[in-house]
């Protein structure tokens, strides 16, 4: 296990955040969101299967994100860990595309142990505020549906955010 190991978010996550004026065409990405994100990751050669839920925060006035999560990372010969992530994007962290409601969300994360089988590695850091990335697009009536994919280097994982509104 490669310490620096795949983040789904993101991992996540996780995470779409788009910038301030980013709300043409209806698009308007704020507020708190529930997702979840699966996928596979390589780490070194073998294929690590991820599987995350959480929640993040957009803040509307600065563009910056923030978010928790929970996964599980799967190694060949019966390793899993299952690992708290934090999140975090700086204001200013989303590009936006041409299309107001696509883009990506650079954020940085950190992933702690929480239980592990063989057990002994609770507690352990597996990477902290390391780099990620993720593209986004906004969809659904009033925009409560946010489809998300990795671009972090050698992860392949997907998955769907809803907004928790009122």
Not at 15 to 27: I, K, M, S, T, Y
Not at 41 to 53: C, F, K, L, R
Request: with cysteine.
């Amino acid at each position: 296990m490669r310490k620096g190991g795949a983040l789904g978010m993101g991992i996540v996550l996780a995470l779409g955040a788009v910038a301030p004026h980013a709300q043409a065409a209806g698009c308007d990405l704020k507020g708190e969101y529930g997702y979840v994100y699966d996928g596979v990751s390589y780490d070194g050669g073998a294929a690590v299967e991820i599987a995350e839920t959480g929640s993040f925060v957009v803040d509307a006035k600065t563009g910056s994100v923030t978010g928790t999560a929970k996964a599980t990372f799967r190694f060949p010969q019966s390793l899993w860990v299952l690992l708290r992530i934090d999140f975090a994007g700086d204001p200013g962290a989303v590009e936006v595309s041409a299309d107001p409601c696509q883009g990506i969300v650079n954020f940085k994360a950190t992933g702690t142990v929480l239980k592990s089988s063989p057990s002994g590695l609770e507690g352990v850091s597996l990477f902290a505020d390391q780099p990620r990335s993720i593209a986004y697009t906004v969809s659904g009536k009033a925009e409560q549906f946010v489809d998300l994919i990795s671009t972090s280097a050698g992860s392949v994982l997907s998955g769907t955010a809803k907004a928790r509104r009122p």
